[in-house]
Structures are given as structure tokens and as C-alpha cells.
């Protein structure tokens, strides 16, 4: 069992910047990969990115590519998603899940960080 943390959302201007971080405690050695999803009102839930806990292999959705960076610190037990060139369109509670096999969905969410971006 793995308890997450998000922080680092709020309110930011269209092409701006915000960096989220997601602290993980309890099980962290089993983990597999670690992702950031959002969710808008009224949508399915959105694969941003994720990375790996043990080799930094990282992915994206296309939506975020070149814009959403990914990385990790495993001293800290903490996943970062840095986002730039904010669009409207990526207002959204940002989560952070861990799967603990490829084959696997992502659970163990945590609680949710809201990130609005206004035009």
C-alpha cells in the first residue's frame, strides 16, 4: 500500500508555468511507474505522462508532449510534472497514481491538485 500527496496546483495565465509534486509513502519500493491523469468536469479522465520508479523511462500524452516534463527523485520519494506553456484547455485536477507492474491499471490515487489556466 502506497499513500500520494499532490501539491503545486492553482491558478495561472495562459502560457505560464506550474510545477506539481507528488509525494509518495508506505510500499514504495514495489512501485512500478508513477502517472499524472487529469480530469475536467464533464470529461473521461486524461493520461498526461508517467515515468518509471527504477529506470526514469518516462511517457506522454500527445497533448502535453514538448510542453510537460516529467522526472522524479528518488531520495525524496517525489514525482514532479513541470508544465509550461499553459493552455486553458489544461485546466484540470491533476492526479498522481502509481501501477506496480506494466500490466497493470494505476491505482492509489491521491487526492487531487486543481490546476486553472486562464486565457
Known amino acids: 500500500h502506497v499513500q500520494l500527496v499532490e501539491s503545486g496546483g492553482g491558478l495561472v495565465q495562459a502560457v505560464g508555468s506550474l510545477r506539481l509534486s507528488c509525494a509518495a509513502s508506505g510500499r514504495t519500493s514495489s512501485i512500478y511507474d508513477m502517472g499524472w491523469w487529469r480530469q475536467s468536469p464533464g470529461k473521461e479522465p486524461e493520461f498526461v505522462a508517467a515515468?518509471?520508479?527504477?529506470?526514469?523511462?518516462?511517457d506522454y500524452a500527445d497533448s502535453v508532449k514538448g510542453r510537460f516534463t516529467i522526472s522524479r527523485d528518488n531520495a525524496k520519494n517525489t514525482v514532479y510534472l513541470q508544465m509550461s506553456s499553459l493552455k486553458p484547455d489544461d485546466t484540470a485536477v491533476y492526479y498522481c497514481?502509481?501501477?506496480?507492474?506494466?500490466?497493470?491499471?494505476?491505482?492509489?490515487w491521491g487526492q487531487g491538485t486543481q490546476v486553472t489556466v486562464s486565457s
Open positions: 497514481a502509481v501501477r506496480w507492474k506494466a500490466t497493470a491499471s494505476y491505482n492509489s
Open positions: 515515468i518509471s520508479w527504477s529506470g526514469g523511462s518516462t
